[in-house]
Each structure stands twice: as C-alpha cells, then as structure tokens.
C-alpha cells in the first residue's frame, strides 16, 4: 500500500506495524502471524503529528504517537 510504516514490533506470535497512511492525516496499523500475509488493524483516528514509536513487553505492545500526547496498548495475552 500507500502508507508509510514507522515500526514493527513482534511479540507472543505476532507482528505488528504501524505507519501513517497515504492522506498522510491517518495513523495505520496491520498484523501477521508469518510476516507475509498482512491484515489492517481498527485503530482510533488519530493524526500523527510526528514519529510513531512502537515496544512490546509483558504480552502488550505500546505504541506512542509523537506529539500527540497519545499512547496506545494492546493486550496480547490471548490469541483471539
């Protein structure tokens, strides 16, 4: 796609990406389990306004939107 990807983290069995999309206004998200075969991912509507900075630890990914004043986290604790 269009859209510009910032980070990818890998943790319990996933990738995880995040990036701006190609409006360039959009903050964008997808995962995989192999690294190959991608799926978008539901994130807030945020801008971004910066870099974006993704970690994981302790089964959650955090992505901080610069800038912004936004964090986000998810729980991957359970596969579903």
Known sequence: ?????EEVVYGNG????FGVGSDEE?????FSTDG???KPMT??????????YAAYGNDR????????NT????????KN
Do not use: C, M
């Not at 996933?14 to 990406?17: G, Q, T």
């Open 71 to 78: 964090a986000l986290y998810w729980d991957l604790s359970s």
């Open 14 to 17: 996933r990738f995880l990406a």
């Open 36 to 38: 190959k075969v991608w």
């Open 61 to 68: 990914v955090v992505v901080v939107v610069n800038y912004t």
């Open 26 to 30: 959009t903050l964008v998200g997808a």
């Open 43 to 52: 994130l807030p509507s945020l801008q971004p306004q910066g870099s974006i």
């Open 1 to 5: 796609s269009d859209s510009r990807w």
